[in-house]
C-alpha cells in the first residue's frame, strides 16, 4: 500500500453513493482513469471536483473498485491490522467466541468494511476466502495482521479462493496453508452441539456458521415430532432437532460426501445414524412420495441465483421447492424456509412462498423471520448484504 497507485475520477453526479459510503464503484460511474492499473491494484477515488473520496481495490469489471477506506489519506502499513483488529473486537462485543462456541466468523465483507474478503475462524484455524483480485494479492499482509490481532489463538490459516476469486486468477492460485497446519476434519463447538468441519475440500469455508441462530431456533420445536433436513450437508440442522427430542430425523443431500458427514455428526453427537437415516439423492426426488410423514421440514438450498440474471429462474426453483413442501408436510407443520442468494431480497423471497402456497392451497402462517447472525453484520450504508432471509412458517 506504500506502492504508487492510479486514480480513478467519478462522474459529475455520480458520488452520491459514495458520499453515503456504500463500498461499490460502478464501470458506468467512471469518468478518468489515471495510470496503468491492473486488476487488484490499489487506487485513489477522486471526485468530480479532484476531492479524495476514497482508496480501494481495482478490477475491471461492473462493480470497477471495491471500496476499503473512505479516508483522504492513503492507507499504510498498519491497515490489515487495524481491520482486523476492529473486527475482531466487534465479535468479543457479542460474546464470540465463548464456552459453548469456538467457532465465528470474523471478517464479513461489507459489513466489515472489506468488500471482496471472508475470513472463518474454526477454534484457531482461520479459513480466507477471496472474492476479488485485490484480496488476493493483499492476502500475505491479511496473513500478518492476523497474528498480530490473534496471536497464541491461532494456529492456522488456509487460504481457500479458488471458487471464489474471478477470472483467470482463480486457475492461478493455489489453495494452501499461509500459517501453520490443522488435521481435517476438526471438530469445533456451536452452543454445545460437535461438528466435523473439513475446509480443505467442504463447501464454502467448510461450514455454514450463518445457520447457528436458525438451527438453534429449529431445537426449541422439534420434540417429538418428524423432522426431514433437505440439502442438509453436513447435517447441522439435523443434530439441534435430534438434542431438540426429535423421534425421527431425515437428512436429504444430493452428494455423498455431505451425507457421509452427516452421519458422522450425528454419532459425534451420541445419536444413532442408523435409526436416523440419512440419503444421498436430489430433494426433489426424495420428497415426492413422502406425503403426511413430516411434521417439520427444513428447505435451506444453495444459492439458486448469484447474479442477477439467474434471477428468475431462482424464483421458479424457490416456489417449486416450497410448494413440494407446503404440499407433503402434516396438517399443524412447521416449515423453515430461507434462501441466501443475494439477488433475491426479503420482499421478492415471501411473495415467491406465498405463491407456492397459494398454488398448493394450503393455509399458511408466517410465525417468525429469521435472517444472518451478529457475526455476520449488515452495513447500514450496504444494505445489499443482509443475503440470507428465512421465515418460520404454520401450515394448515
Not at 37 to 48: E, L, P, Q, T
Not at 280 to 309: C, G, Q, R, S, W
Not at 326 to 339: D, P
Request: aromatic fraction near 10%; charge should be neutral.
Amino acid at each position: 500500500m506504500s506502492k504508487s497507485i492510479g486514480e480513478v475520477q467519478i462522474k459529475r453526479g455520480k458520488e452520491h453513493s459514495l458520499k453515503r459510503f456504500h463500498p461499490w464503484v460502478f464501470s458506468g460511474a467512471i469518468h478518468h482513469i489515471t495510470g496503468t492499473i491492473n486488476d487488484g491494484d490499489w487506487v485513489m477515488v477522486k471526485g468530480a471536483d479532484e476531492s479524495i473520496m476514497g482508496f480501494g481495490h481495482y478490477q475491471n469489471g461492473s462493480i470497477t473498485v471495491r471500496v476499503l477506506s473512505f479516508s483522504s489519506e492513503a492507507p499504510d502499513e498498519h491497515f490489515w491490522t487495524t481491520k482486523i483488529a476492529a473486527a475482531y473486537a466487534q465479535r468479543l462485543a457479542i460474546n464470540l467466541p465463548n464456552e459453548t462456541t469456538n467457532s465465528f466468523r470474523l471478517m464479513h465483507g461489507e459489513g466489515d468494511g472489506v468488500p471482496g474478503l471472508v475470513i472463518d475462524f474454526y477454534d484457531g484455524a482461520a479459513i480466507i476466502q477471496a472474492h476479488s483480485t485485490g484480496m488476493h494479492m493483499d492476502r500475505r499482509a491479511i496473513v500478518n495482521a492476523l497474528q498480530q490481532v490473534l496471536k497464541e489463538k491461532l494456529r492456522a490459516v488456509y487460504y481457500k479462493s479458488q471458487g471464489t476469486l474471478p477470472g483467470r486468477v482463480k486457475h492461478e492460485i493455489v489453495e494452501e496453508y499461509l500459517f501453520g497446519m490443522s488435521v481435517v476434519p476438526h471438530v469445533v463447538l456451536e452452543n454445545n452441539r460437535k461438528f466435523l468441519v473439513d475446509w480443505e475440500s467442504g463447501q464454502k469455508t467448510g461450514f455454514f456458521l450463518d445457520q447457528r441462530e436458525n438451527r438453534h431456533a429449529l431445537e426449541k420445536f422439534s420434540k417429538g415430532k418428524h423432522v426431514l433436513n433437505t440439502f442438509c450437508y453436513t447435517g447441522g440442522f439435523s443434530v439441534y432437532a435430534l438434542y431438540g427430542g426429535a423421534e425421527l430425523v431425515h437428512s436429504v443431500d444430493s452428494s455423498a460426501r455431505a451425507i457421509e458427514l452427516t452421519k458422522k455428526n450425528i454419532e459425534l453427537n451420541g445419536f444413532d445414524p442408523i435409526k436416523h437415516a440419512c440419503y444421498a439423492i436430489d430433494t426433489f426426488e426424495f420428497m415426492e412420495d413422502k406425503h403426511n410423514l413430516y411434521d417439520v421440514i427444513v428447505l435451506d438450498p444453495p444459492a439458486f441465483a448469484k447474479h442477477k440474471d439467474a434471477r428468475h429462474q431462482a424464483i421458479k426453483g424457490y416456489q417449486r421447492l416450497n410448494a413440494e413442501a407446503f404440499r407433503i408436510i402434516k396438517k399443524g407443520g412447521i416449515i423453515m424456509t430461507f434462501s441466501c442468494s443475494q439477488v433475491i431480497d426479503k420482499k421478492l423471497f415471501y411473495d415467491t412462498v406465498v405463491s407456492a402456497a397459494i398454488q398448493v392451497g394450503r393455509e399458511v402462517k408466517v410465525l417468525q423471520h429469521l435472517s444472518q447472525p451478529a457475526d455476520h453484520p449488515v452495513s447500514a450504508f450496504h444494505p445489499e448484504g443482509e443475503y440470507l432471509k428465512g421465515m418460520i412458517l404454520y401450515v394448515n
